[in-house]
């Protein structure tokens, strides 16, 4: 069972910067490819990033493209979500996930086996 914790979360004004933190307190991500999920009220989770363990792969999600960096440090154990720009819209919780295998297999939800327990972000003025 992989255990993931979410962390950086956090109220800021729009066209603010926020990094988002994804750790396994007791399992190693470097052999794991790491998804990065939302989920607003009343809305469907929405795939966000994920970046593959083997080659680097990275995909992102349209409404993300050119203001939000997803990257791994497997010295610190995690994967960071670096979000720039940010919008009213990019408000959610935010989850980091994984199906257990090296390689993104896109960014479909019930793709993937384990999950964090969410960290809210909250863009508002």
């Known amino acids: 069972q992989v255990q993931l914790v979410e962390s950086g979360g956090a109220l800021v004004q729009p066209g603010e910067s926020l990094r988002l933190s994804c750790t396994a307190p007791a399992f190693s991500l470097e052999y794991l490819v790491i998804a990065w999920f939302r989920q607003a009220p009343g809305k469907e989770r929405e795939g966000v990033s994920c970046?593959?363990?083997?080659?680097?792969?990275?995909y992102y999600a349209d409404s993300v493209k050119g203001r939000f960096t997803i990257s791994r440090d497997d010295a610190k154990n995690t994967v960071y979500l670096q979000m720039n720009s940010l919008k009213p819209e990019d408000t959610a919780i935010y989850y980091c996930?994984?199906?257990?295998?090296?390689?993104?297999?896109?960014?479909?939800?019930?793709?993937?086996?384990?999950w964090g327990q969410g960290t809210q972000v909250t863009v508002s003025s």
């Open positions: 996930a994984t199906d257990g295998s090296v390689s993104c297999p896109g960014l479909y939800s019930r793709a993937y086996h384990y």
């Open positions: 970046i593959s363990s083997n080659d680097g792969t990275i």
